[in-house]
């Protein structure tokens, strides 16, 4: 089996095509086709035919314009590239036999203050999340399909973690929205679980898995576990994000999953103890 990870030079796709390389043959791309990747580009779709895909391959879609601003700002591009393209890749992969596992979000079901699972209604929320559930809408139902929701996905490499560590080393205050809550999942447990769906296609009978974590997670919890856990310098302030920034972001998802679990055969793992093992060997200030 051969897996191609679309977006392989993405936050996501960096650390799923690192650890997927050892048991399986990964083909990745990206839109420059830097560091020996396939040049490919979701504004080209037709060029998807090149990388021959195979009955029995997987395909990840991982590249999208994911910024909630410029799906706003600029919807032309954005659907050209996250419904049109998307949907001209999965078709192509579809007819040709192979699985796609389809990167959707959390944004899909809108605000929720009350837990809401994979049986939950969708209430789009935001442009992005429109198109990522148009994608869904149209696919949903195909045996070679499966879309995954994610929630905000942490590393020490993620934006807002980066954030709050750059301004621990600056000696400023980060400004810390809230409310802003999301059910912050570990970016080992997204790798681990799409990896997971890729050789035990099967074993999972629903074509909707949430990636989320344990709790659901305020940016003001966010910052205190980073800054016991790993940046004791930081300061910061709490502050009310500006009203334009609810257009297209919901204030809380209170987004949990009942089939993660057991597709890492373990528990996702808790914010507090994602934070430890990713600072573990190398402490920020």
Known sequence: MKLVIIGASGYIGTALSAKAKSPLEVVGTSTEGRDNLTPFSLLHPEKFAELGIVRGD???????????DICRNQPELARQVNVTGTSA???SALARGANVIFFS?????????????EAGLCHPAGEYAEMKREVERR??????????????????????????????AKGVAAEVFDPFDRAVVYRSDVVDGVLALVVRWDALASDIVNFGGPALISRRRYAELVRRL???ALAFDVV?????????RPRVIHMVSSRLGA????????????????????PST
């Open 139 to 168: 696919f949903l139902g195909e045996p070679g399909f499966k879309t995954v929701r994610l929630s905000y996905v942490f590393s020490r490499h993620d934006k807002f973690t980066k954030y709050l560590c750059a301004c621990a």
């Open 105 to 117: 979000s959390d944004t899909v079901y809108g605000e929720s203050g009350v837990a809401i699972d």
């Open 263 to 282: 597709l890492l055969g373990r528990p996702a793992t808790a914010l507090e103890d994602a934070i430890g093992q990713e600072f573990a060997m190398e």
């Open 230 to 232: 790993a940046c004791p």
């Open 58 to 68: 997987c395909v990840v879609l991982a590249a999208a314009i994911s910024s909630p």
């Open 240 to 248: 009310a994000p500006p009203p334009e920034f609810f257009v297209s």
């Open 89 to 91: 890749v999965i078709a």
